[in-house]
């Protein structure tokens, strides 16, 4: 008998028919004397549209009332499952997230989990209930309902998993494991069988959204085994594990692309002590995270820096920097949203030279320029038009040997 979190996402429980689905496999395993914890998406679509219904009353939907309102995405799909259950006979009980005491920070649509008290869950499941948990939200101390960002549930799903000392946390989503590639954009990325928490963690913060990075950071901080799986069908997926335990280590495991950045450059910036603070002092205090930053010197004593931002915030930040090219006596300030970091992760980097120009050749011969270029010890990405982001990735997967 093992202790199990099954979280599915937002397909696995699309519309009753695939809600179904879902009773019966959380079924199968609690009929197999498995203690079953469900931690539940919102449907496909779902929160996307509560979105929209706050934009159309709102110009600036407020903080608070937006998680108010997504929350109940998830509270509608518990709540079913639950029905559904205890409707096919079985012992079955639904949990918000602040029934569940899933306790985060105040930070509105981003929130943290500071801790999660399982009394609750484990006197449910101890009277041999099938325990059904909304994902993607909590609680903060003062009481509020709280969102944990998008994909959310990810997390909701590793961190009750960690709280419970869960067996295994299986994640099950539209496609069969984590791939070389997305296997949506790359037709010939292959299925992995197991990856490390690091490369996981890399690969999700580098584009791969088939796990919250989030979510990856707690499963390799607990220690938790997580299986991403298929909801329809019984294939063994992938395993996120630690990294000794994974049998084959590649130089190039695997490959992202990130269509979620945007472009800023401030030309002729003076090259003086304490400019780079005055550019990204108040974009960090606006809550805008850079992601890659490069600077070029030129002989007039002056520079160019150029640094990405998430696509969301390409308008405010823009209208930030204009005003410090101002103050700083800056040439000009430009940008660009239709561009991609395309990324090659894996831990057999540490030990391999020649990766980075393998793929700047690779690009090259398919004329693909390179805008900017980062590196760390397990990846190297590559800034490129957005236009060539599918291609990009396709290219790389064939050139570091990972086709099917
Ligand atoms: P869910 O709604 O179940 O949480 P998501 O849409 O969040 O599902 O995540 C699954 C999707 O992640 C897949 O449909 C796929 O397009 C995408 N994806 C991106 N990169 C990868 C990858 N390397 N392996 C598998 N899926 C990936
Ligand atoms: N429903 C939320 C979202 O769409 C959370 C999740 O699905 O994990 O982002
Ligand atoms: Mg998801």
Redesign the pocket.
């Known amino acids: 008998m093992a202790l199990v979190v099954k979280k599915f996402?937002?397909?696995?429980v699309a519309d009753t028919k695939h809600i179904r689905n879902v009773a019966k496999r959380v079924r199968n395993s609690h009929q197999n004397g498995d203690d079953v914890v469900v931690i539940l998406?919102a449907m496909?679509g779902m929160t996307d549209h509560l979105i929209g219904l706050a934009n159309a009353v709102a110009e600036t939907p407020d903080r608070r009332e937006l998680d108010v309102l997504l929350a109940t995405g998830e509270q509608t799909t518990a709540a079913l499952l639950a029905m559904m259950l205890k409707d096919m006979g079985y012992k079955a009980h639904s949990l918000l997230g602040h029934q569940a005491e899933v306790v985060t920070d105040c930070e509105y649509g981003n929130a943290r989990i500071l801790e999660i008290g399982t009394n609750r869950i484990k006197r449910l499941l101890a009277e041999s209930n099938i325990v059904v948990i909304a994902g993607f939200q909590g609680v903060d101390i003062k009481g509020n309902i709280t969102t944990l960002g998008r994909?959310g549930?990810?997390t909701s799903a590793v961190a009750i998993a960690a709280a419970l000392n869960a067996d295994v946390c299986e994640i099950y989503?539209?496609?069969d494991g984590?791939?070389t590639?997305?296997?949506?954009i790359c037709p010939r990325a292959k299925k992995i069988k197991e990856i490390s928490y690091d490369e996981m963690l890399n690969?999700a913060s580098l584009g791969?959204?088939?796990l919250q990075i989030r979510s990856v950071g707690v499963a390799k901080k607990y220690n938790i085994p997580v299986h991403v799986r298929s909801s329809f069908s019984e294939e063994e997926g992938t395993m996120v594990v630690q990294e000794d335990c994974v049998m084959e280590q590649l130089v190039v495991s695997?490959v992202?692309h990130d269509l979620d950045q945007a472009r800023i450059t401030l030309r002729k910036v003076p090259d003086q002590p304490g400019i780079a603070a005055k550019i990204f002092s108040p974009i960090s205090e606006a809550g805008i995270l850079v992601d890659m930053i490069i600077q070029n010197t030129r002989a007039s004593g002056q520079t160019d820096l150029t640094f990405t931002v998430p696509k969301a915030d390409y308008k405010r930040a823009m209208d930030i920097q204009k005003r410090v090219a101002e103050k700083i006596g800056a040439q000009k300030v430009f940008g660009d949203p239709d561009i991609a970091k395309v990324s090659v992760i894996g831990v057999g980097m540490k030990n391999h030279s020649g990766v980075a120009s393998l793929m700047f050749n690779a690009l090259a011969r398919d004329n693909i320029n390179i805008i900017m270029i980062s590196t760390s010890e397990i990846r190297i990405s590559c800034i490129i038009e957005e236009k060539y982001a599918e291609l990009a990735v396709r290219v790389l997967h064939t050139t570091f040997g990972l086709d099917a």
Do not use: E, H, L
């Open positions: 996402g937002g397909t696995s998406s496909a994909g549930s990810d989503t539209d496609v984590i791939y590639a997305d296997p949506n690969m791969a959204k088939v695997g992202t």
